[in-house]
């Protein structure tokens, strides 16, 4: 009984919500509260697959449920990215009918690592795809170690785990369950030396010796070897090689792809998220072809004109320095001249007290390769502190804490203008700059 009550009130919850903004998150909240284990009463007629990791899981779950879509499949999934229990709950809900029965030939959750366990407390997933595994929000996650733990609690023996070979963090999880690996080869933008401040994986995850990295792809996701107990790069049943970043074609097994956008992270979620539809039963070849029409959402990544110049949209992630790190590689392979805009927001669950993320990110990397950068939000001044310990210019930095009055300042720099900020932060600067 308290099942369909709570059901029921989800549904009504989420019908009214869609009106109001409340429907992702909020009729899932409600129907826990009157059915604690609403999760686990759910029946699913198909595959479940669960998406997590620090950076990439809303991006790849939607790759994931667009390919499984195209290729004639019905998906629920949670295509908004609320991946705490009231999202997923409210995704379940939203799909099942009112006897519970989720009538889907797969379900596809991304789910926040973090909350992992607390969601699959219930039910547990057939497949789990981990992106990868960084620093992430430490004021709220804590040290990697902690995330790892709790990644462990949630995952059931006989979870198929679906691995970025390029990570040794991730990688690791869970040894006694079956595994295959993805992963992308050495390419034309793979260091030898890390490019980055944000270095996870500086000894071995499972014995604490010192790695050894042959290659980077950024920050600590690369090809390495422990000098100590031997943990190596895992071999990757899919793997992306011959990759033309110029003009986003690239193999997978030696199957053609094609990428909209082309940094080395979005190929490889492209890569995880194939290797999961053809663990669950597509043809390496169709999973190819459809990942092909996949193009990037606007809320992640945009181009638009304001006036005569082009501006480029960039979202990172908040207080996630890998995130940042991978914007700022992007603008630094635009060609000509161009200016950065950086929205950083107070962090409401720290009382707007933590900034050190701030220096966990390579803003180095854009002295003398930028024209200027456009400090602005709560936290501009803050930035403008890190931007001066990086060695940046006094006429290099501009400042304006008011969102809604940055646009002169935008106005006297040149060339492209490159809006990193995050998601929610988004829609507030791109009314001001003018697209």
């Given at each position: 009984?308290?099942?369909?009550?709570?059901?029921?009130?989800?549904?009504?919850?989420?019908?009214?919500?869609?009106?109001?903004?409340?429907?992702?998150?909020?009729?899932?909240?409600?129907?826990?509260?009157?059915?604690?284990?609403?999760?686990?009463?759910?029946?699913?007629?198909?595959?479940?697959?669960?998406?997590?990791?620090?950076?990439?899981?809303?991006?790849?779950?939607?790759?994931?449920?667009?390919?499984?879509?195209?290729?004639?499949?019905?998906?629920?999934?949670?295509?908004?990215?609320?991946?705490?229990?009231?999202?997923?709950?409210?995704?379940?809900?939203?799909?099942?009918?009112?006897?519970?029965?989720?009538?889907?030939?797969?379900?596809?959750?991304?789910?926040?690592?973090?909350?992992?366990?607390?969601?699959?407390?219930?039910?547990?997933?057939?497949?789990?795809?981990?992106?990868?595994?960084?620093?992430?929000?430490?004021?709220?996650?804590?040290?990697?170690?902690?995330?790892?733990?709790?990644?462990?609690?949630?995952?059931?023996?006989?979870?198929?785990?679906?691995?970025?070979?390029?990570?040794?963090?991730?990688?690791?999880?869970?040894?006694?369950?079956?595994?295959?690996?993805?992963?992308?080869?050495?390419?034309?933008?793979?260091?030898?030396?890390?490019?980055?401040?944000?270095?996870?994986?500086?000894?071995?995850?499972?014995?604490?010796?010192?790695?050894?990295?042959f290659y980077y792809h950024y920050n600590h996701i690369g090809a390495f070897t422990c000098l100590s107990c031997g943990y190596a790069t895992p071999e990757a049943k899919y793997l992306a090689d011959n990759v033309n970043f110029e003009t986003g074609d690239?193999?997978?097994?030696?199957?053609?792809?094609?990428?909209?956008?082309?940094?080395?992270?979005?190929?490889?979620?492209?890569?995880?998220?194939?290797?999961?539809?053809?663990?669950?039963?597509?043809?390496?070849?169709s999973a190819c072809a459809s990942i092909s029409r996949f193009r990037v959402m606007q809320e992640r990544y945009d181009e638009f004109q304001v006036g005569d110049r082009t501006a480029v949209m960039i979202l990172s992630k908040n207080q996630n320095p890998?995130?940042?790190?991978?914007?700022?590689?992007?603008?630094?392979?635009?060609?000509?001249?161009?200016?950065?805009?950086?929205?950083?927001?107070?962090?409401?669950?720290?009382?707007?007290?933590?900034?050190?993320?701030?220096?966990?990110?390579?803003?180095?990397?854009?002295?003398?390769?930028?024209?200027?950068?456009?400090?602005?939000?709560?936290?501009?001044?803050?930035?403008?502190?890190?931007?001066?310990?990086?060695?940046?210019?006094?006429?290099?930095?501009?400042?304006?804490?008011?969102?809604?009055?940055?646009?002169?300042?935008?106005?006297?720099?040149?060339?492209?203008?490159?809006?990193?900020?995050?998601?929610?932060?988004?829609?507030?600067?791109?009314?001001?700059?003018?697209?």
């Amino acid at each position: 009984m308290k099942f369909q009550l709570a059901l029921l009130v989800g549904k009504l919850l989420r019908f009214v919500g869609k009106y109001f903004g409340k429907a992702t998150n909020l009729p899932g909240e409600w129907a826990l509260k009157l059915c604690p284990d609403l999760m686990g009463r759910f029946r699913f007629q198909g595959k479940v697959i669960a998406v997590t990791g620090s950076n990439g899981k809303t991006t790849t779950a939607n790759m994931l449920a667009y390919i499984l879509t195209d290729q004639g499949y019905k998906v629920a999934n949670n295509a908004k990215g609320s991946n705490l229990t009231g999202g997923v709950a409210t995704t379940l809900l939203a799909a099942s009918n009112f006897s519970g029965v989720i009538d889907a030939d797969f379900v596809v959750l991304e789910v926040d690592e973090r909350f992992s366990r607390l969601i699959f407390k219930f039910f547990s997933p057939d497949y789990l795809l981990c992106t990868n595994l960084f620093r992430d929000q430490l004021t709220r996650n804590g040290n990697v170690d902690v995330i790892i733990e709790k990644l462990h609690e949630a995952i059931k023996p006989g979870v198929k785990l679906i691995l970025n070979a390029n990570d040794p963090i991730s990688g690791s999880l869970a040894p006694d369950n079956p595994r295959v690996y993805y992963g992308m080869a050495r390419t034309d933008k793979s260091p030898l030396d890390c490019p980055n401040i944000t270095h996870d994986a500086k000894v071995c995850p499972k014995c604490f010796g010192r790695m050894r990295y042959f290659y980077y792809h950024y920050n600590h996701i690369g090809a390495f070897t422990c000098l100590s107990c031997g943990y190596a790069t895992p071999e990757a049943k899919y793997l992306a090689d011959n990759v033309n970043f110029e003009t986003g074609d690239f193999t997978i097994g030696g199957a053609p792809v094609y990428a909209d956008y082309r940094p080395p992270f979005n190929i490889l979620n492209m890569t995880g998220a194939v290797a999961a539809c053809c663990e669950m039963g597509l043809s390496l070849e169709s999973a190819c072809a459809s990942i092909s029409r996949f193009r990037v959402m606007q809320e992640r990544y945009d181009e638009f004109q304001v006036g005569d110049r082009t501006a480029v949209m960039i979202l990172s992630k908040n207080q996630n320095p890998v995130s940042f790190d991978q914007s700022i590689s992007y603008v630094l392979d635009l060609p000509g001249e161009k200016t950065v805009v950086a929205l950083v927001n107070n962090i409401n669950h720290t009382g707007h007290r933590d900034t050190t993320w701030l220096y966990d990110i390579g803003w180095e990397r854009l002295r003398g390769k930028v024209d200027s950068v456009v400090c602005t939000g709560p936290r501009a001044w803050d930035l403008t502190v890190r931007l001066k310990l990086a060695g940046f210019r006094d006429d290099a930095v501009k400042v304006e804490c008011d969102v809604q009055k940055v646009k002169p300042k935008v106005d006297e720099t040149k060339g492209t203008i490159c809006i990193l900020t995050e998601l929610y932060d988004a829609k507030s600067i791109l009314e001001v700059i003018g697209k």
